[in-house]
Each structure stands twice: as structure tokens, then as C-alpha cells.
């Protein structure tokens, strides 16, 4: 007979904690990178630009400093998260804005005016926005290649200004394809006028946005009459020599040469 005593099976080691999935990684990171600009943007609105350092902007988010220049890569970076996150505010607002009017004029004073006023919490330190993103060989400058997402997202909102309108339709196709564009350099005059307007909530470029929407508005209505077409010939040349070249990487075209095409055969 054996005596032995039984010996118990071993406990078994509990099972590794599962990885976080990328997804949650991914929406962590967002939080992270938001934290950071949300603060960014407070402090500069509080202090001034040139007084908040990326320490201070890190201390106040809760975050390393090392976190904090894992997103941004110094606090001129903020810049670029800036014209991110005012680009898309800007658009949600002026289609909620937009929602109901046909009128060109009337949608192109809307959505102008609609950035004017989304914009207004940082007019103060704008200058200083200003002066690193005018650097032309700046990657924060608005025309640069890495602003092509969202100047892409600024150029649709014009696209959608002319599209809802009762002018889009009556167009030449090629000019209703660079117009958005044209209407989204229209708006960085606007822009540059605002960062140097000392006047009370900005009225004068409140001002100068509803005088000039009408005019730029009449300047298009005429280019679909037929006298004016070699003119609108000559205009639409000299715009894709000269003018969108400059712009970065140009935006992928919203319509085909399909649909181009199908819209030229309708209006002649």
C-alpha cells in the first residue's frame, strides 16, 4: 500500500491582462491631443502667445512635457491644430447657417461672416498666429502641402456655398470648378484683414465682408453671359498658370471629367 501524501495540482498563473486595443489607443491619443490644444488655447487667450511656453502648457493639460511634445512638436505646431479644429467649427457653423438660402450673395456673406465670428475668441493673439504661418516656406502656413486636409475641408465649404445656390447650375463648368477655390482665397484676404483690425468685435471687417460679398457675387453672376466668355476663358487660363500652383497640393477635384463633361453637354 502506497502512503505517499497527494500532492495538489499547481495553482495556475493568472492570464496576462488583454493589449488595449488600437482603436482605443487611437481615441486616447485624440483625447490626449485635444487636451493639449484646448489648453493651448485657453492659456494664450489668458496670458498671450509669447508668455505661454510648452511647460506651462503641459503642466496645466496634466501631461509630461515629453507627452506634450510628442503632439505637437513645439508650440508653433499649435498652429496647425488651431487651423484644424477653427476650419472644421467654421464649416459645421455655416451649414447650419446656410441651411434654407439660395440667394449666392447672401450664402457667400454667410459663410464669410460665419468664420468671422467663430474666429473671435482669438483675435487677440492671431498676430502671432499670423507671423509664423505667413512664412511661405513654413509647413504651418496655410498654402503648405501638410495644410491640404484642411484647406480641403475650407475649399468644400465654398464648393457647398455655389452648389446650394441658384447661381452654381448657370455657370461654365471650369470656372465652377475653380470658383471654391477662388472664394477660399478670397477668404485669407478676409483672414489677413481681421488679424490687423483693432476695431471694436471687429467691425470693420465685419464691414468689409458684407460690402464685398455682393460685389464678388455680381463679378460672377456676369461671367455666365456670353460676352464675357473669352474674358472667363482668359481668367480660368491665368487661375491654373499662376494662381492654384501656389496653393500646395492642389485638392482632389470633387467632380469627374465625367460629370464635368455631362454638365457642359446640358448647358450649351
Aim: with cysteine; net charge negative; glycine share 4%.
Amino acid at each position: 500500500m502506497n502512503d505517499a501524501v497527494p500532492t495538489e495540482p499547481p495553482t495556475p498563473e493568472p492570464a496576462p491582462a488583454p493589449a488595449p486595443s488600437p482603436t482605443a489607443v487611437s481615441a486616447k491619443g485624440e483625447q490626449t491631443r485635444a487636451l493639449i490644444l484646448e489648453t493651448a488655447m485657453r492659456l494664450f487667450q489668458e496670458r498671450g502667445y509669447d508668455k505661454t511656453t510648452m511647460r506651462a502648457i503641459a503642466a496645466e493639460a496634466g501631461v509630461s512635457v515629453g507627452n506634450a511634445y510628442y503632439y505637437y512638436a513645439g508650440k508653433e505646431y499649435l498652429i496647425q491644430g488651431f487651423y484644424d479644429r477653427m476650419t472644421h467649427e467654421h464649416a459645421a457653423d455655416a451649414r447650419a447657417r446656410l441651411a434654407g438660402t439660395t440667394d449666392f450673395a447672401e450664402r457667400l456673406q454667410i459663410a464669410l461672416e460665419s468664420w468671422v465670428d467663430c474666429a473671435a475668441p482669438y483675435h487677440e493673439f492671431a498676430a502671432q498666429f499670423f507671423r509664423t504661418a505667413a512664412d511661405p516656406n513654413s509647413a504651418l502656413s496655410p498654402f503648405s502641402n501638410e495644410s491640404h486636409p484642411a484647406r480641403t475641408t475650407a475649399v468644400e465649404i465654398f464648393r457647398e456655398v455655389l452648389d446650394g445656390s441658384q447661381l452654381g447650375p448657370k455657370l461654365d463648368p471650369e470656372l465652377e470648378e475653380l470658383l471654391p477655390d477662388l472664394l477660399w482665397l478670397h477668404l485669407m484676404v478676409i483672414v489677413l484683414y481681421w488679424v490687423f483690425d483693432r476695431t471694436d468685435d471687429t467691425e470693420r471687417t465685419r464691414a468689409f465682408v458684407a460690402r464685398c460679398a455682393p460685389f464678388v457675387a455680381k463679378i460672377v453672376a456676369l461671367s455666365r453671359y456670353r460676352v464675357f466668355r473669352p474674358l472667363v476663358r482668359d481668367a480660368v487660363d491665368m487661375i491654373q498658370d499662376f494662381v492654384l500652383p501656389t496653393i500646395g497640393k492642389a485638392a482632389t477635384p470633387s467632380t469627374s471629367p465625367a460629370t464635368t463633361a455631362a454638365k457642359r453637354k446640358r448647358r450649351t
